[in-house]
């Protein structure tokens, strides 16, 4: 799914970048998500926030 239409940049990119540890500012910089019209701030926090940006809700995996 496409967080920063701006920019085209995915939530699987972004999760990826969190798993590496990235910042906010890391991100803004390495894919330029949240750096033009703003509106995908908020959903970069929320993944950043997220007890674990990769869950995908399954128990097992």
């Given at each position: 799914m496409y967080?920063?239409?701006c920019h085209g940049v995915t939530d699987?990119?972004?999760r990826?970048?969190?798993e590496?540890?990235?910042s906010?500012?890391?991100i803004q910089k390495n894919c330029h998500a949240g750096t033009d019209c703003g509106?995908?701030?908020n959903?970069?926090?929320k993944l950043k926030k997220s007890k674990n940006p990769l869950d995908n809700g399954?128990?097992?995996c």
């Open positions: 967080i920063c239409l699987s990119k972004i990826s970048l969190l590496a540890g990235a906010i500012k890391d509106a995908c701030i959903s970069i926090q399954c128990p097992e």
